[in-house]
């Protein structure tokens, strides 16, 4: 049976760039804003034109908007790209509809109008509940801000809301981490993204380490804080369904009915679309990638309607490969049969001699018709994904 699809809606800006980022993102400004939504409401009725077949309009249960900063951008915004999906694409009613939000981005009125809108699930770009830690990071926003900003949302009926954390940190002790891991457990989201930093190449944070700025964080410590975050999040009622994500469980030891529905779309193979600039998109046989650039990206989407930088077509071998190290990202891992069903290949027969070293190696484990990541391989999950690509 086709899998439904999720569109994803890019919202580029930001206040400032935060050390450790390397997503694509602008400096706020207002008109260039103005222009870009306008670019995007274009894309999505021109996507949704293309995709439309014999007058159906093609079928999404999901919405996201990811950054950036989403949040920055005025609420009549939000509600008219919602507005356009809705036209343009058969949105299913009990749809989720995500929005990121970096606190301190809230104007009064403004929960309240994405709710109207049809918001009905809060990402909270928290990081740390430190405030010397957030300077350090160069986020524009105080732990008291993400405090107030968390406490709004329920204020105003957000019943779905998910916190993002980082562990790792440059000079962070073990104990830092776990008065944040704790303070995020106390206020008991519904999910928790709950990622170890990733220091990448071209951000600052790469740069201050390299210039010995800044301390390398330590590997082992990393891992005691992944074991911490795995360990506590559990004892405290989440289910880890993903290698970062947690999911507050409503009945043991049902599924939780708070997994990020749209990031499963990634994970399971789904199609799913995006807007925007840089946004990327896959429909099972094909994937392409938006140009990057905001004002390259309205100037493409204003004159032809799309705004596409690449587009590669998928053999059957790339979309197995691509199956298996997405769908190990699960803590359920990957169906040996459905697999084979799906790709007309054996799991077991084509990675052999890799699977038995991963398995060797504590990375990977085999259990009666499904295969999975260990805790350990979760940890050292990229190890374990360049055997598949
Ligand atoms: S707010 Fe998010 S997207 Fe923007 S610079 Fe910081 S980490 Fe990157």
Redesign the pocket.
């Known amino acids: 049976m086709p899998k439904t699809a999720g569109i994803y809606i890019h919202i580029p800006f930001?206040e400032r760039?935060?050390t450790y980022?390397n997503?694509n993102?602008t400096d706020f400004d207002s008109p260039l804003s103005a222009d870009y939504v306008q670019a995007v409401l274009a894309e999505i009725v021109h996507t949704g034109e293309r995709l439309s077949l014999d007058s159906h309009k093609l079928a999404a249960d999901t919405i996201f908007f990811g950054?950036?900063?989403p949040s920055i951008i005025t609420a009549e915004q939000i509600r008219s790209l919602i507005c356009a999906c809705n036209d343009s694409f058969n949105i299913a009613a009990d749809s989720e509809v995500t929005i990121e939000i970096?606190p301190g981005t809230l104007e009064p009125g403004k929960l309240r109008d994405w709710k109207s809108a049809g918001i009905n699930r809060a990402s909270v770009?928290v990081q740390s509940f430190r405030d010397d830690e957030l300077v350090k990071l160069s986020r524009t926003h105080s732990a008291s801000q993400a405090r107030a900003t968390v406490a709004a949302l329920r204020n105003a009926g957000f019943n779905n809301i998910s916190l993002d954390l980082i562990a790792g940190l440059p000079e962070q002790s073990l104990e830092d981490w776990r008065l944040n891991l704790d303070e995020a457990l106390r206020i008991r989201p519904e999910h928790l993204s709950l990622y170890l930093l990733e220091i990448k190449e071209g951000t600052q944070l790469f740069a201050q380490i390299k210039r010995n700025q800044r301390a390398r964080p330590d590997d082992d410590l990393a891992g005691d804080m992944y074991t911490m975050i795995c360990e506590a999040a559990g004892e405290a009622g989440y289910e880890q369904y993903e290698i970062s994500n947690f999911a507050l469980r409503t009945v043991e030891p049902s599924e939780s009915p708070f997994r990020s529905k749209h990031n499963l779309k990634y994970w399971t193979g789904a199609p799913f679309y995006g807007m925007g600039c840089g946004a990327h998109s896959y429909n099972g046989r094909s994937r392409w990638v938006n140009i990057a650039k905001t004002e390259n990206y309205i100037e493409a989407v204003m004159t032809t309607g799309r705004g596409i930088a690449e587009q590669h077509d998928l053999s059957n071998e790339d979309n197995a490969a691509e199956a298996l190290f997405m769908g190990l990202r699960l803590n359920e891992g990957i169906s040996l049969d459905a697999f084979s069903a799906d790709y007309g290949v054996s799991v077991i027969e084509t990675y052999g001699p890799e699977l038995e070293r991963l398995s060797e190696s504590g990375l990977v484990e085999i259990e009666p018709g499904r295969l999975k990541l260990t805790h350990r391989g979760r940890l050292l999950s990229n190890e374990v994904f360049v055997t598949f690509v």
């Open positions: 930001c760039k935060c980022c997503f993102t950054g950036g900063t970096n770009g």
